[in-house]
């Protein structure tokens, strides 16, 4: 069984940035495609994006693209969310996942989770 523990939220103003971090338990990591998803007060689960087990394919939501990056260190078993130009709408907990198929962007595809990061951006 993989344990995944988050680390890296805070607080910080719109416009910066923060770096989350998932740490997993287990060898079998590498196996994994690893996801990161968020839940906002009054809102349900959302994809935020994913990478394949390999780390050769990245995925993002629309609402992240092109301020988001998702990374993994295999050799670490770590997965990281690099999070910049921070918005107030980005104030979420932060999860992290682990799964072995289905599709990336549902949470009903994942097996494993962490017990989320809270990330608070003020405007």
């Known amino acids: 069984q993989v344990q995944l523990v988050e680390s890296g939220g805070g607080l910080v103003q719109a416009g910066g940035s923060l770096r989350l971090s998932c740490a997993a338990s287990?060898?079998?990591?590498?196996?994994?495609?690893m996801g990161w998803f968020r839940q906002g007060p009054g809102k349900e689960r959302e994809f935020v994006a994913a990478?394949?087990?390999?780390?050769?394919?990245?995925y993002y939501s629309d609402s992240v693209k092109g301020r988001f990056t998702i990374s993994r260190d295999i050799a670490k078993n770590m997965v990281y969310l690099q999070m910049n130009s921070l918005k107030p709408e980005d104030t979420a907990v932060y999860y992290c996942?682990?799964?072995?198929?289905?599709?990336?962007?549902?949470?009903?595809?994942?097996?494993?989770w962490g017990q989320g990061t809270q990330v608070t951006v003020s405007s």
């Open positions: 996942a682990a799964h072995i198929g289905g599709n990336y962007a549902f949470a009903q595809s994942y097996d494993y």
């Open positions: 287990d060898h079998t990591f590498s196996s994994y495609g």
């Open positions: 990478i394949n087990w390999s780390a050769r394919n990245t």
